[in-house]
């Protein structure tokens, strides 16, 4: 199990189903350490049947264990993430992803207001972004699935 680029390991780790809309495909991010964290966040056409597999189990949790618990981080890392890494002769971190999903972003030339909102970067917003630009999920995803 790999991680939705735009968002935290976290993140991913804390959502709940009753956060995720999956007719929509977005989830809402309720907890994070900055209020721009705070957001809707679209579902990528190709992650899209993972969000619903994990939808359905009916699970608190959209990631959890296979008991049901929530991932803590640690977990996540050592028995998913880094057994990955070394399959595909990889040395990068969970974070990494953030980092190439802009970039990718970048390349397909989405605005730079709708990837800061999809990561949650109001800090490099200006004012005219944060207090006047407002987006709904169809242009959020539309965004995401330019990648």
């Known amino acids: 199990m790999l991680i939705y680029s735009g968002v935290r390991v976290s993140e991913l ?24 964290g705070i957001r809707v966040v679209p579902i990528h056409d190709r992650t899209y049947p993972f969000f619903k597999k994990w939808y359905e189990d ?30 595909i002769g990889c040395s990068h971190k969970p974070h990494d992803t953030r980092h190439t999903c802009i970039s990718m972003m970048t390349e397909k030339e989405v605005s730079p207001t ?26 959020l995803l539309e965004a995401i699935n330019r990648i």
């Open 13 to 36: 780790l804390d959502l709940k189903r009753e956060n995720v809309n999956i007719e929509e495909r977005c989830f809402k991010v309720a907890e994070s350490k900055t209020e721009s």
């Open 58 to 87: 009916g699970n608190e949790y959209l990631l959890h264990t296979p008991d049901g618990k929530q991932f803590i981080y640690r977990n996540y890392y050592d028995s998913y993430w880094t057994p990955v890494m070394e399959l």
């Open 114 to 139: 709708l990837i800061k909102k999809i990561v949650g970067h109001s800090g490099a917003m200006s004012l005219t972004e944060k207090v006047y630009t407002h987006v709904n999920v169809q242009e």
